[in-house]
Nanobody
Framework: QVHLVESGGGLVQAGSSLRLSCAASGRTLSIAVAGWFRQAPGKEREFVSA????????FSSDSVKGRFTISRDNAKTTLYLQMNSVKPEDTAVYYC???????????????????WGQGTQVTVSS
């Protein structure tokens, strides 16, 4: 089992930056992919960004490409999401998640992930 704990959320103004962290513990050697999803009130959970845990390849949704950057530490225990030039439409609860290997853009689909954090609220004011 993998235990995930997010931190770093908060209230920020549009155009500013924020960094989310996700601390992983437990069976971290089983992680093949780690990702960030978000869910705004009344909307479905949506893919934000993901990375292959060992290879380092990253993927991002079109809505955040060029503004958000996913990364992890060298010890492979913490996942980050650097959020720059945030917009009011980025307001949501952000979740980190980890999962096993897959194919055909599996990393974009929430139900392919095995473990989830509790979420951290990000609110962007205009």
């Amino acid at each position: 089992q993998v235990h995930l704990v997010e931190s770093g959320g908060g209230l920020v103004q549009a155009g500013s930056s924020l960094r989310l962290s996700c601390a992983a513990s437990g069976r971290t050697l089983s992680i093949a992919v780690a990702g960030w999803f978000r869910q705004a009130p009344g909307k479905e959970r949506e893919f934000v960004s993901a990375m292959l845990w060992n290879g380092g390849m990253t993927f991002s949704s079109d809505s955040v490409k060029g503004r958000f950057t996913i990364s992890r530490d060298n010890a492979k225990t913490t996942l980050y999401l650097q959020m720059n030039s945030v917009k009011p439409e980025d307001t949501a609860v952000y979740y980190c998640a980890t999962g096993g290997p897959g194919f055909d853009d599996w990393y974009r689909t929430a139900n392919t992930y095995d473990y989830w954090g509790q979420g951290t609220q990000v609110t962007v004011s205009s």
